[in-house]
């Protein structure tokens, strides 16, 4: 039933329980899901900048960049930063080469041959994930996006207001019925917070189906790796050592304020609906609310069309194929 090598990348709006489901998954015996990397989007984004990977150099120069560097998180991963070095120069000369042999290296630390990564904020770079990984499986979770918008605002390190948290559960969820349309059941699969914390064994069960991979019980108690796969500073992560429970669903009615919640329902009504989430939409938002939210999405759509149109422009110069090749496949120098 086990799949050959394919990528795992767990996404979804932030604050949906994509770390639960990280632990989840690097629970499973055959698969590792590494704290979150800061490498891989910015690895891409500076292609250009390592030049042809064919060149060990170049390499050289990009595996540094990985380890080196204290907003890549290498540190994280507790890893042998001059081992990985050394693979990534004598390892297949592409960008997804490089950033595989990391996540790679994690999964091997654990003794597990399937492996990936999790950051909410990939929901906006699907398709690049696709160009690094042909044949990533992705993974989103998704919550009510009320309960986002009341867990997002009270992060100390979130430094938006409840607009932008709206704005950003709206945009992964409709970046995740794209990707559930272009990529279909074979690489992308849906789950909903609600349901998983309600009946891990059965949401688990379907996900393991998508995965090519056998379930086991060990997933559906994802605190017992929470030690090892969640860096201590992140205290905001401090209830995955705990049991699953669903005592944090359907909380945003006393967390968001009557206004908050008004423009939730206002401007994401429909999509609260077409995922199961039941709305009163009795309410009408402040003019200026909704306004102020229309300002904000609309800003953020420039920010995401301007970046699409940099990586269009990006690809036609890159200096080299971005793929991942398996390390088994030799260097061109």
């Not at 595989?100 to 492996?115: D, H, N, S, T």
């Not at 420039?302 to 990006?314: G, N, Y």
Request: hydrophobic share 35%.
């Amino acid at each position: 039933m086990t799949q050959p090598e394919r990528p795992i990348f767990v996404i979804g709006c932030p604050r949906s329980g994509t770390t639960m489901l990280q632990l989840m998954l690097h629970a499973h015996p055959r698969i590792a899901i590494p704290p979150e990397t800061r490498f891989l989007m910015a690895a891409y984004d500076a292609r250009s900048d390592f030049g042809d990977l064919g060149i060990p150099a170049n390499r050289l120069a990009l595996a540094r960049w990985i380890v080196d560097r204290r907003q890549t998180r290498f540190a994280d991963l507790g890893l042998d930063g001059q081992r990985i070095i050394e693979q990534i120069v004598a390892g297949p000369p592409t960008l997804g080469s490089a950033l595989g042999i990391v996540l790679r290296a994690y999964a091997a630390r654990f003794g597990k041959p399937r492996w990936g990564d999790k950051r909410p904020g990939y929901f906006q770079r699907v398709s690049t994930l696709r160009r690094l990984f042909p044949d990533a499986q992705i993974v989103q979770l998704i919550r009510d996006g009320r309960d986002c918008v009341a867990s997002l605002k009270e992060m100390d390190w979130y430094k938006q207001d409840s607009f932008h948290a709206l704005a950003t559960w709206v945009e992964s969820i409709e970046a995740g019925d794209r990707a559930a349309r272009s990529l279909g059941p074979e690489a992308y699969h849906r789950l909903y917070y609600e349901r998983l914390i309600s009946d891990p064994a059965t949401e688990l069960k379907a996900l393991c189906e998508f995965l090519g991979e056998d379930y086991d019980p060990a997933m559906s108690e994802p605190g017992r790796v929470a030690a090892v796969a969640v860096p201590g500073r992140k205290v905001w992560h401090d209830r995955t050592h705990e049991q699953v429970t669903t005592t944090r669903a359907g909380t945003w009615r006393t967390r968001l304020t009557a206004e908050e919640i008004a423009l939730c329902e206002s401007v994401a009504g429909d999509l609260l609906r077409e995922h199961g989430y039941e709305v009163d939409g009795g309410a009408r938002p402040d003019r200026g609310d909704h306004a102020h939210y229309r300002r904000v999405a609309a800003h953020r759509r420039l920010a995401a069309r301007k970046r699409e149109l940099r990586d269009f422009v990006h690809r036609r110069t890159e200096p080299g194929e971005v793929a991942y090749r398996s390390p088994s496949s030799p260097a061109s120098d």
